[in-house]
């Protein structure tokens, strides 16, 4: 199918000259007709057929007025009025009725007048800034038209307009620039008016219209940019005066991550012009649609499945690409900060979604590249950086917006971070305490980090000198624990290697103690001997005897005759002190001192009694001792 597209819109008005005397009636209509169309353009020298001039020219414009488009009609209002819009010879007319109050083709609005400055200039035109909205009720007459926030379309009175009026996203409910935003817009305006017919590009599926030819590119829009496509005016039947919709437009462009398509107006099939407009002006919000384009290569055009069948009517339908405001906050560098020694890798906040730059020095090409994530946060690590003091400026791009960060100027060391250091608490050591601060040291300025296993413990920053402690942040459980720790640069990158493992035990259970040898209760002993035990090993133990004072048990004790208390106490590695000595009390009785035999006398001898050969106990003694002799002699007869 030849399709005929011309792209500037409304036509002027043409004179066709005959190439010689006595060129046909008919061979003028035709070339009238084709040179309107846009189809045509060359003079005839003559009759185009064997037919008979008259006849010819009759087959042309015999069916105008019919209310049916034909082949070589532009329209047919069935009417051949002429300044109604359709011709008397069906072929379209321009702003011929611009100020009656009704949107005709080729009309972006019509407001009731022909006044310029109230948004729809005196051709009917929309004007820069404005949008027109139609009154529902006579959706083809009258329009209002307004400069209007949050609509897409920047005006001279806007400072941004980011197709929303929702604040906190750069660009204000009033369309003010929000405070610490940049905002840009490359103020681009475009309107694009096509026939249903005659301007008509096929493609195979009207929702998804992908490959639109290289002559649907759109010079306007050859700046990157977030644009946005919305339906003004217009309607167009796809079939023979049936089925008449707002038109269909579609769209091809290159996104960040590869070509799109998409298409707007592909509605229903309304009954009449009016009704299509009527819905049109209903569904607006489904007329539009916003894009971003990274390229110049955006592609604009009406589409069609059965374009080459040519049922479709000749009426315009307008739609416009306006480029909408771009808003983001300036890219932040966090980490390293200025003035300190750091890795490569750079940290920072900027706009979700934005694309970072970061540069060293006064290099045009970026050192790294990142995207903010939707947290607000970006990393990059630099490359082909030099050691020593560097300077380092962010930038953040949104399509071809683009806003310059601070620099931030620090020394760039890339040696390798060594692993740090644990000396504390020490290695094998047992203490009460479930929170014990762990120490050691690292790199002055890294963040040092500890754990368990693959739990952390704690973190900690290392000072000017490279010590640094931390403690837990939870009470760590009875038993052995062994930690290790990493350190990091304040600008990130690989951590170091592991530290040394440090082993140390939890211990606050105070151990229990016995005394488990002991003198008895009750002795003439004096020195008391004494063995201790406890459910803990590895304890010293302290005694008090007789309430004077702890210190160092001893395994034995003299004490003098009466009662004595020892108690005795357990102290285990970690600190903890038997609270509940053991206590043992006994008593040293005095002697009894018997009095000593006489000796013996000497074998075959009488006993010797004292006294000058005389024995010097008592008479009674003596007699007593008669007595008995006598008696002893009695009992023997």
């Known amino acids: 199918m030849d399709t005929c597209v011309n792209e ?31 189809c045509g353009g060359t003079e005839l020298s003559g009759p185009t057929s064997s037919e008979p001039t008259q006849e010819r020219t009759s087959a042309l414009v015999s069916t105008c007025g019919n209310g049916k488009i034909e082949e070589v009609e532009q329209c047919d209002d069935a009417n051949t009025t002429a300044g109604d819009g359709c011709s008397p010879t069906c072929t379209l007319e321009a702003h011929a009725n611009c100020g009656n109050g009704t949107i005709d083709d080729f009309e972006h609005c019509d407001d009731g007048n022909t006044t310029a400055g109230d948004g729809c200039s005196a051709t009917c035109t929309l004007e820069a800034g404005y949008n027109c909205i139609a009154n529902l009720a006579s959706p083809s007459g009258p329009v209002t038209c307004a400069v209007t926030c949050g609509d897409g379309v920047k005006a001279e009175a806007e400072e941004c307009d980011d197709g929303n009026t929702t604040s906190g996203d750069g ?14 817009n490359t103020n681009v305006s475009a309107f694009f008016t096509r026939r249903g017919r005659s301007e008509c590009t096929k493609v195979s599926n009207l929702n998804s219209p ?60 309304y009954t009449t012009r009016t009704e299509a407009l009527s819905q049109a002006i209903r569904n607006l919000p489904t007329l539009r649609q916003d894009f971003d384009a990274i390229t110049g290569d955006v592609r604009v055009a009406f589409i069609d499945t059965d374009c080459d069948n040519g049922n479709n009517s000749e009426n315009t339908i307008t739609y416009r690409v306006d480029s909408v405001s771009i808003c983001q906050l300036p890219p932040v560098i966090t980490d390293p900060p200025s003035g300190d020694t750091s890795g490569a890798t750079v940290v920072g906040t900027g706009t979700p979604g934005a694309t970072v730059n970061v540069y060293v020095g006064g290099s045009t090409t970026p050192s790294c590249t990142a995207v903010v994530d939707a947290t607000g946060r970006w990393t990059c690590n630099l490359v082909g950086v030099t050691p020593g003091t560097q300077t380092i400026t962010p930038t953040s791009t949104i399509v071809s917006a683009t806003v310059p960060g601070n620099p931030v100027t620090f020394r760039y060391d890339d040696t390798e971070l060594e692993a740090p250091i644990i000396t504390g608490p020490p290695n094998g050591s047992v203490t009460s305490n479930t929170t014990p601060p762990i120490s050691g040291t690292s790199e002055p300025g890294t963040t040092v980090t500890v754990r368990e296993g693959t739990t952390v413990i704690c973190t900690a920053i290392t000072n000017a000198s490279g010590a640094w402690t931390c403690t837990p942040t939870t009470a760590l459980a009875q038993g052995p624990h062994t930690v290790t720790a990493t350190a990091t640069r304040p600008s ?32 003439e002993n004096t020195t008391a001997e ?23 048990c001893a395994s034995t004790y003299t004490v003098t005759p009466g009662q004595h208390t020892l108690r005795v106490r357990a102290t285990d590695k970690a600190g903890n002190v038997d609270p509940s000595p053991a206590e043992y009390t006994w008593t040293v009785t005095e002697p009894v001192t018997e009095p000593e035999p006489p000796p013996e006398p000497p074998a075959g001898e009488p006993p010797v009694f004292g006294g000058g050969g005389c024995s010097a106990a008592p008479v009674s003694s003596w007699l007593a001792l008669l007595g008995l002799l006598g008696l002893r002699r009695r009992s023997r007869r």
């Open 171 to 184: 660009c204000s409910s009033t369309c003010v620039r929000e405070s610490a935003f940049n905002c840009q």
């Open 530 to 552: 004494f063995t201790y035990s406890s459910n803990e090993t590895d304890v010293t133990y302290e005694c008090e005897l007789d309430g004077q004072g702890w210190a160092p």
């Open 8 to 38: 500037t819109l409304p036509r002027e008005p043409v004179t066709v000259k005959p190439s010689r005397a006595g060129l046909s009636a008919a061979a003028l209509t035709f070339a009238l007709l084709a040179t309107l169309t846009g």
């Open 492 to 523: 990130g990158g690989d951590p170091s290697p592991e530290s040394n493992s440090d082993t140390f035990t939890i211990d606050n259970q105070p151990p229990d103690t016995s005394i488990d040898q002991k003198p008895d209760s009750s002795t």
């Open 210 to 269: 992908v490959g639109l030819p290289e002559a649907s590119t759109q010079p306007l829009l050859s700046v990157p940019g977030r644009y946005r496509i919305q339906y003004v005016s217009g309607a167009a039947s796809f079939s023979n005066n049936e089925n008449w919709r707002p038109g269909i437009m579609g769209v091809n462009y290159s996104s960040a991550t590869g070509p799109q398509n998409f298409s707007r107006g592909y509605t229903a099939g």
